[in-house]
């Protein structure tokens, strides 16, 4: 059974650091590629950060430059590092996996919420 568990999320200020950590169970890992999402109350989710089974990466605009995703196919774990946080970036953070061009998996987990305030 596939499962997705979040974990990381907190309150910080603005322009502080968190890192979430994503640990997905009952897919062979290092097949897949991994993303980020978020989704802000009245908002839609969006992606945040992608990255494919052979390490290419990509980013969402808003955060390019300031968020970093790593993945450890060892430990089947998917990280975002996120730096200089803004009020903007408050919003429940999901991860999620997909083969190359495909749709991102209908399972999702519980998300970890992020909240930048002062």
């Known amino acids: 059974q596939v499962q997705l568990v979040e974990s990381g999320g907190g309150s910080v200020q603005p322009g502080g650091s968190l890192k979430l950590s994503c640990t997905i169970s009952?897919?062979?890992?290092?097949?897949?590629?991994m993303g980020w999402y978020r989704q802000a109350p009245g908002k839609q989710r969006e992606l945040v950060a992608d990255v494919a089974s052979d390490g290419a990466r990509k980013y969402g605009d808003s955060v390019k430059g300031r968020f970093t995703i790593s993945r450890d196919d060892a430990k089947n774990m998917v990280y975002l590092q996120m730096n200089n946080l803004r009020p903007e970036d408050t919003a429940l953070y999901y991860c999620n996996f997909h083969l190359s061009g495909s749709d991102v998996s209908p399972r999702w987990g519980q998300g970890t919420q992020v909240t930048v305030s002062k």
């Open positions: 009952g897919i062979i890992f290092r097949f897949y590629d």
